[in-house]
């Protein structure tokens, strides 16, 4: 069963894999790639720190930090990163469209059908679980 420890655990060894495969690139060819890898670990392991003190804190102050305001939370957030992303995917289709050079694979015409897909998915989940509720 994956606890809380587990959880940490399994984050803290993937921080320490990125950082030696950051190490190793670093050392191999000496590009910047690598440094970004190591900085990118410890930001994370740094975050990741702060975020577990701060959860220690409040259940030691005897508040319950995963209540059903953190899923509101957490829902609002998912909803707000698909509507950027849409959006996002949108604006770099339309404008790749327009000015964007002529290849023989077009990258924006690929963008533009996976945006299609995620608005289909969205419609058929928002008639689902409305029919459901």
Do not use: H
């Not at 957490?74 to 770099?92: D, E, I, K, Q, W």
């Not at 404008?95 to 995620?118: D, H």
């Amino acid at each position: 069963m994956m606890t809380t420890k587990n959880r940490y655990f399994l984050s803290y060894l993937a921080l320490v894999l990125l950082f030696g495969l950051g190490l190793w690139q670093s050392v191999r060819t000496g590009g910047s790639f690598g440094i970004g890898l190591m900085a990118g670990a410890v930001g994370v392991f740094v975050a990741l720190s702060f975020k577990q003190a701060r959860i220690r804190r409040l259940e030691a102050q005897g508040m319950n930090v995963y209540d059903e305001r953190v899923w509101f939370v957490a829902g609002r957030a998912a909803y707000s990163a698909y509507v950027t992303f849409a959006l996002g995917c949108a604006l770099v289709v339309l404008v790749g469209s327009i000015w964007g050079p002529q290849v023989l694979v077009n990258p924006y015409n690929l963008l533009g059908v996976a945006l299609c897909i995620l608005v289909l998915l969205y419609i058929v989940y928002f008639y689902y679980f409305n029919a459901k509720s």
